[in-house]
């Protein structure tokens, strides 16, 4: 998209590795660090448990979230503190 100068939203890369019939640890810890050397696309936004595991295999700037309430994405507190950056969003893709 770059190269092609194509002038549309770039959306992130998303990894989901829930641990069902997952790889081993070291393997997981050589997929995250592949992952993190990415140019591209401009976002990575990866999903796993026992992140801590796994930083010091991380080679780019990164922004954590946990979230340790089972079956919710978001508790009240969490949506409280970042209700207006949720709700910019919001527009922005409701706008498209």
């Known amino acids: 998209m770059d190269i092609l100068k194509i ?3 770039w959306f992130p890369f998303v990894v989901d590795s829930p641990r069902a019939n997952e790889a081993s640890l070291n393997s997981s810890k050589e997929i995250i660090g592949l992952v993190s050397e990415l140019n591209m696309p401009p976002q990575v936004i990866l999903s796993t448990i ?4 796994y930083k010091s295999d991380v080679k780019c700037q990164t922004y954590v979230t946990e979230y340790s309430d089972k079956y919710h994405l978001l508790n009240n507190k969490t949506y409280e503190v ?3 950056d949720i709700e910019e969003m919001f527009s922005l893709l409701k706008n498209i």
């Open 82 to 84: 970042h209700h207006k």
């Open 7 to 9: 002038d549309t939203a």
């Open 50 to 53: 026992d992140y801590d595991d």
